[in-house]
């Protein structure tokens, strides 16, 4: 059973415009949501979290958003860059327990 | 290097053997997360082990089982291995027991069953 899904595999933007991954989640009681980035031949490394009590949290060109009443996030990217090319797993946790991860959106960006 | 280091690589072994892949956590981290990856899935929870003890299982087949050591490694055994259990398997750690600030994760251990 997948309770954290993104149904996009994949995803293909030009450089300098805005990278927008999608996630879902089924199980209402998750109140903390992570993003990782993971580049071929590496394990995936933290990106940007985001804790129920908001629903934004900005670091930099990453900014994530959550609308808990439809039990969706998303992560943009502005501007995008070729350095932004990566598989990008969002995760979902109920607070103080283990995360639950997505299948994975792949990000091409084109220079 | 994340600091988190995963042994071996690369494992090719045949079906119905039994391997043990091992980890070793960033310095300081007492939570040891296992997490298996197969062709096209996410990263699917196996277990956690928090400090020596385990914290939560997730869907770990009654074929695999883990330990942490007091030094906090930990390994991950497979036995009676099948095709399907060729994976990328990740170990990944944390400070505390839920992960709040995120995993650092190793850069995986590639299984081949053949």
């Known amino acids: 059973d997948q309770q954290v899904k993104q149904n996009s595999p994949s995803l293909s933007v030009q450089e300098g415009r805005i990278s927008i991954l999608n996630c879902d989640y089924t199980n209402s009681m998750f109140d903390y949501f992570l993003w990782y980035k993971k580049y071929p031949a590496e394990g995936p490394t933290f990106l940007i979290s985001?804790?129920?009590?908001?629903d934004k949290n900005e670091d930099g060109r990453f900014t994530v958003f959550l609308n808990k009443s439809a039990k969706h996030l998303s992560l943009h990217i502005v501007p995008s860059q070729p350095g932004d090319s990566a598989v990008y797993f969002c995760a979902a946790s109920v607070t103080g327990n283990q995360f639950y991860f997505g299948t994975g959106t792949s990000l091409t960006v084109i220079p | 290097d994340s600091g988190v280091t995963q042994t071996p690589k690369h494992l090719i072994t045949a079906t119905g053997q039994r391997v043990t892949l091992r980890c070793s956590p960033r310095s300081g981290d007492l939570s040891v997360y296992w997490y298996q990856q197969s062709l096209d899935q996410g990263l699917q929870f196996l277990i956690q082990?928090?400090?020596?003890?385990?914290?939560a299982k997730g869907n770990i087949l009654e074929r695999f089982s883990a330990q942490q050591f007091p030094d906090l490694h930990s390994e991950l055994n497979l036995s009676s291995l099948e095709l399907g259990d060729s994976a990328l398997y990740f170990c990944?750690?944390?400070?505390?027991?839920?992960?709040?600030?995120?995993?650092?994760f190793g850069s995986g251990t590639r299984l081949t069953v053949v």
């Open positions: 082990y928090y400090n020596g003890e385990e914290r």
């Open positions: 985001i804790s129920s009590i908001k």
């Open positions: 990944a750690s944390s400070v505390e027991a839920g992960g709040w600030y995120g995993y650092t």
